[in-house]
């Protein structure tokens, strides 16, 4: 599985489509329920090529640092959202900011009906390309890969990740 947080972006997020159909690959999105004004089609074009949208909360705030009404409410507002512009209902959640510690944040999503995510993810957004790749490639076979949408150096290591994890659909 590979998995991209905090999109939609309107420099990558296309880019890293074109990669995925290119290596025949699909992932899940975790969007930010703020950043999708003015992508709304990118949101389309995610699940027209077969990939999933999973939601990311609202305002990418560290969700944990919330009351509950908070929680349900980032979580809500981008269900909402995302179902309105497609039509599908996102189960998948993820928490900006994964921590362990989450137990409020999921027990709140997962009584709304998600499936949490809770798995770390390396800090692409601060690695180069070469070291996403060499990230990718420490981690034990089978496990997810968690990258992030809209940074540079990720979709440059796309193609080679989805290459050297196998990461592709027939």
Not at 13 to 23: A, G, H, N, S, Y
């Amino acid at each position: 599985m590979i998995a991209f947080d905090d999109g939609p972006d309107a420099s990558t997020t296309p880019r890293i489509l074109d990669i995925l159909k290119e290596r025949h690959t699909r992932a899940t999105f975790f969007v930010v329920g703020d950043r999708i004004a003015g992508q709304e089609r990118l949101l389309g074009r995610i699940l027209v090529e077969g990939h999933t949208l999973g939601n990311h909360g609202w305002s990418h705030r560290p969700l944990v640092e919330l009351n509950p009404v908070e929680i349900a409410t980032e979580i809500a507002m981008t269900d909402a959202l995302i179902l309105g512009l497609t039509g599908v209902w996102p189960k998948d959640f993820r928490p900006p900011f994964v921590r362990w510690d989450d137990g409020n944040v999921v027990r709140i999503a997962e009584a709304m009906g998600h499936v949490c995510h809770l798995q770390p993810s390396f800090g692409d957004y601060d690695l180069s390309t070469t070291e996403i790749v060499e990230a990718t490639r420490r981690l034990p076979v089978g496990s997810p890969v968690w990258l992030h949408d809209g940074v540079e150096a990720t979709v440059e290591a796309l193609p080679t990740i989805c290459r050297s994890r196998a990461l592709t659909w027939v």
